[in-house]
Every structure is written in structure tokens, then in C-alpha cells.
């Protein structure tokens, strides 16, 4: 399996953060795990850096109960940015939110994968395997 570029990890709660990204670099699946904590962050990060051609990431993994900008909004807000590839970058839901209304939002603003958290090796790989097939 190739590496990935980078992998953006959107989620407010540092400790998951922390973990996930271990988890990430021990399997050394990627060149570059970046982390945002809330969607704002994350689109200026996107807008900052892809549009340089630096670390654009391949796969974000999003939460989606978040302060400032949720998940929802990132969505919208990805959709209307202007970089390079945006049709290449996999956004998949990681959350623990089994809201029914959550799943069906999703599922209204496009065809996101829905994984819970934790995060595990197992979802992972198989995440990474929809982007590298």
C-alpha cells in the first residue's frame, strides 16, 4: 500500500487527537498527520498550505459535534474552497455520535462514510483502502 500525502485529523478533543495520531504514525501510512480542532481550523489550514502544494491531505478523518465550525459546516465550507485535487481528498465521519439525524444530514450533503470512534487499526486500513484502490 502506498503512503498517503497527509492525513487531516479534525476533532476537538485532544486526547483522541493524540491517540489517533500515534496510531497513524506507528502504522506509517502517511508522510505528514496534521491535526485541527474545530472545521475553521482546518479550512485555513487547507487553504494555507494545499494551495502552496505542502502536505495537502489525502484523507481527513471528521468529527462532527465540534466548537466554532462542526463537522456540517467544514463540509460546506470544503465544498465551496478553490484548491487543486479537492476532488482527490476522502473525507470520512469519525464520531460517536449515532444521532439518526446526524447520519441522515450526511448522508443529504453528499456520500460521507460514517465510522465510530475509537479509531482502530482495523478502520483504518480499511479506510485507506477505498483511497488507494
Known amino acids: 500500500m502506498a ?14 487527537n493524540f491517540i489517533n495520531e500515534r496510531l497513524i504514525r506507528k502504522l506509517n501510512v502517511t508522510n505528514g498527520v496534521k491535526v485541527a480542532m474545530n472545521g475553521e481550523e482546518a479550512i485555513q489550514y487547507i487553504e494555507g498550505l494545499c494551495e502552496k502544494g505542502e502536505l495537502c491531505p489525502e484523507l481527513i478523518l471528521l468529527d462532527i ?4 465550525m462542526n463537522g456540517f459546516e467544514f463540509i460546506r465550507a470544503f465544498e465551496n474552497l478553490n484548491i487543486k485535487n479537492k476532488d482527490k481528498v476522502k473525507i470520512i465521519i469519525l464520531t460517536t455520535s449515532k444521532n439518526i439525524k446526524d ?4 448522508k443529504s450533503l453528499g456520500n460521507f462514510e460514517f ?15 477505498k483511497i488507494t484502490a
Open 3 to 16: 503512503k498517503l500525502n497527509c492525513i487531516l485529523l479534525i476533532d476537538d478533543d485532544s486526547i483522541t
Open 103 to 106: 447520519v441522515e444530514l450526511l
Open 115 to 129: 465510522i465510530n470512534k475509537p479509531l482502530t487499526e482495523e478502520k483504518l486500513f480499511n479506510c485507506l483502502s
Open 65 to 68: 459535534n465540534m466548537p466554532v
